[in-house]
């Protein structure tokens, strides 16, 4: 999934970045409120992990904009704000959830997972379609009960779309959850992940529509 991250902190940013993006997020860091509401005006994520207290334009008013725009990749606040009243502001502002800081990585992807199961209406932590079951937590994939090996993009493409069976996603909307601005897209590359998603998974699961993309349907 394509994460937008906003700190200014480098330190906090650097490791939030990586170790985001060894969860399997692909990150985007901005460390400024401009380029972040700018950011969000023309371009799209899955998640977005926002500060407040950020150079140029507070991040409360970057959330306040992107909103009233009808923005609704869901945001968690991460700020240093600890008093009641900035938790309730950041909510009612559209915020998703709200980490203080300091905080621990650990706890930050599991709100973000918890984020993830409520946009698309689960309960269960796990994706679970026939045989295939993928633990985001834990990033295991199994079919048939026996495990799955897949590569970091080909799990990420798998988790995409089983969080919507019987919803077609683009290829630019795939490229855009495995690759941020700084890595080059190859031509086939996609291509080349669904066809080992197919071997490994069964060459049913994934359904290609032609001139729209792809899908995994949903079961009867």
Same mark, same amino acid.
């Given at each position: 999934?394509? $994460?937008?991250?906003?700190?200014?902190?480098?330190?906090?940013?650097?490791?939030?970045?990586?170790? $985001?993006?060894?969860?399997?997020?692909?990150?985007?860091?901005? #460390?400024? !409120?401009?380029?972040?509401?700018?950011?969000? @005006?023309?371009?799209? %994520?899955?998640?977005?992990?926002? =500060?407040?207290?950020?150079?140029?334009?507070?991040?409360?008013?970057?959330? =306040?904009? %992107?909103?009233?725009?009808?923005?609704?990749? /869901?945001?968690?606040?991460?700020?240093?704000?600890?008093?009641?009243?900035?938790?309730?502001? +950041? &909510?009612?502002?559209?915020?998703?959830?709200?980490?203080? #800081?300091? %905080?621990?990585?650990?706890?930050?992807?599991?709100?973000?997972?918890?984020? +993830?199961?409520?946009?698309? +209406?689960?309960?269960?932590?796990?994706?679970? *379609?026939?045989?295939?079951?993928?633990? /985001?937590?834990?990033? #295991?994939?199994?079919?048939?009960?026996?495990?799955?090996?897949?590569?970091?993009?080909? %799990?990420?493409?798998?988790?995409?779309?089983?969080?919507?069976?019987?919803? @077609?996603?683009?290829?630019?909307?795939?490229?855009?959850?495995?690759? !941020?601005?700084?890595? !080059?897209?190859?031509?086939?590359?996609?291509?080349?992940?669904? *066809? *080992?998603?197919?071997?490994?998974?069964?060459?049913? &699961?994934?359904?290609?529509?032609?001139?729209? +993309?792809?899908?995994? /349907?949903?079961? /009867?």
């Amino acid at each position: 999934m394509r $994460l937008l991250l906003v700190e200014d902190d480098p330190l906090i940013g650097d490791g939030l970045q990586a170790g $985001l993006s060894q969860l399997g997020y692909t990150v985007d860091w901005l #460390k400024d !409120g401009p380029s972040a509401a700018m950011a969000l @005006a023309s371009d799209s %994520f899955d998640l977005v992990v926002l =500060d407040l207290g950020l150079p140029g334009r507070d991040g409360m008013s970057v959330l =306040d904009e %992107f909103r009233r725009s009808g923005g609704t990749s /869901p945001v968690l606040i991460l700020t240093a704000r600890d008093a009641v009243e900035d938790r309730i502001a +950041g &909510l009612d502002a559209g915020a998703d959830d709200y980490l203080v #800081k300091p %905080f621990s990585l650990d706890e930050l992807a599991a709100r973000l997972r918890a984020i +993830g199961r409520r946009q698309g +209406g689960r309960a269960s932590p796990e994706l679970v *379609h026939g045989e295939i079951s993928l633990d /985001p937590a834990t990033r #295991k994939v199994t079919r048939a009960g026996e495990a799955v090996e897949l590569t970091a993009r080909e %799990f990420a493409i798998l988790e995409l779309l089983l969080s919507r069976p019987g919803e @077609a996603f683009s290829r630019d909307r795939l490229e855009e959850a495995l690759y !941020g601005w700084d890595e !080059g897209v190859e031509s086939n590359a996609l291509e080349v992940y669904i *066809h *080992h998603l197919r071997k490994k998974l069964g060459k049913e &699961l994934i359904r290609t529509l032609r001139g729209v +993309g792809y899908m995994i /349907p949903r079961l /009867p």
